[in-house]
């Protein structure tokens, strides 16, 4: 890695460490930095960002926890391989939302865990909604609805994205099963990302407001294949919005839905 590339000393309120640890993350988490790439010295990096050895050893330190570095004493820090990092950890959740949208392999993997999981979770719920839920859902459409078609404009998109995630977060929770349900608390900025990313016109944004409306509707007459064959139409249309190859696993799913392999639900009480 060449120190010249990094980003001079950033003069913020940040504590020094942070700085280092943010301007490393956003070059791996970028696709910059790759696996077995090896860092800088603790004191090549103290000498570029105008900080004591003791803050870089923090801020490495950091990324070390988190599973993204590792330091082995005589032979320097190196990038440790994707599957090594926590990206269940909300820091690494918070830097694939801020850094990753270059990097087609973190995007496309995070996109793999929607794509396997949201499928079951829509037909969860619609074994288990609440009022409660199904009022959540209602909300975050409408705000989507209002403002979709002044998406460009900066104010509007910021609302419209947020009632995108609200939105999906309502159907994570109307499973009633705690371990989704903080699952999707901790990777929201990671499901952030891939809303970001995704380039739609004003006609696929209208498009993908019906695919979530059945999406709802599924849910409201607690119909789980219904809303399974509909999480899937999001997440197909998803796929190619990001440009990503639609796999055969996305099909095979589809076509059991459609087929009539209905889901086995468990309903909760709520």
Request: proline share 3%; hydrophobic share 40%; glycine share 4%.
């Amino acid at each position: 890695m060449n120190i010249s590339t990094l980003s001079p000393k950033v003069g913020t309120l940040r504590a020094a460490d942070n700085i280092v640890a943010e301007e490393l993350a956003r070059r791996a988490f970028g696709g910059e930095l790759k696996p077995n790439d090896g860092l800088p010295s603790e004191t090549e990096l103290a000498a570029h960002f105008e900080i004591s050895r003791a803050s870089v050893r923090s801020g490495l330190k950091t990324l070390e926890t988190l599973g993204i570095i590792e330091r082995q004493a005589g032979r320097g820090t190196k990038v440790r391989d994707f599957g090594e990092w926590n990206f269940l950890d909300p820091q690494v959740s918070q830097w694939i939302a801020s850094h990753a949208a270059p990097n087609m392999n973190i995007l496309s993997d995070v996109f793999e865990f929607r794509r396997t999981t949201e499928p079951l979770i829509a037909s969860l719920a619609a074994g288990r909604a609440n009022a409660r839920d199904l009022l959540a859902m209602e909300e975050a459409f409408e705000v989507m609805e209002a403002n979709w078609e002044r998406r460009s404009d900066c104010a509007e998109s910021s609302l419209f994205t947020a009632a995108d995630i609200a939105f999906h977060e309502a159907i994570y929770r109307a499973t009633h099963n705690l371990v989704w349900a903080q699952i999707v608390h901790i990777l929201r900025p990671a499901i952030l990302l891939v809303i970001r990313t995704s380039n739609e016109t004003a006609e696929e944004l209208r498009e993908s407001l019906e695919r979530h409306r059945q999406l709802m509707e599924s849910i409201r007459m607690r119909d789980p294949e219904a809303a399974h064959t509909a999480a899937v139409r999001i997440l197909n249309q998803t796929c190619r919005d990001l440009g990503l190859a639609e796999d055969s696993g996305n099909k095979e799913i589809l076509s059991n839905s459609q087929a009539g392999d209905k889901p086995t639900i468990s309903s909760k009480k709520t």
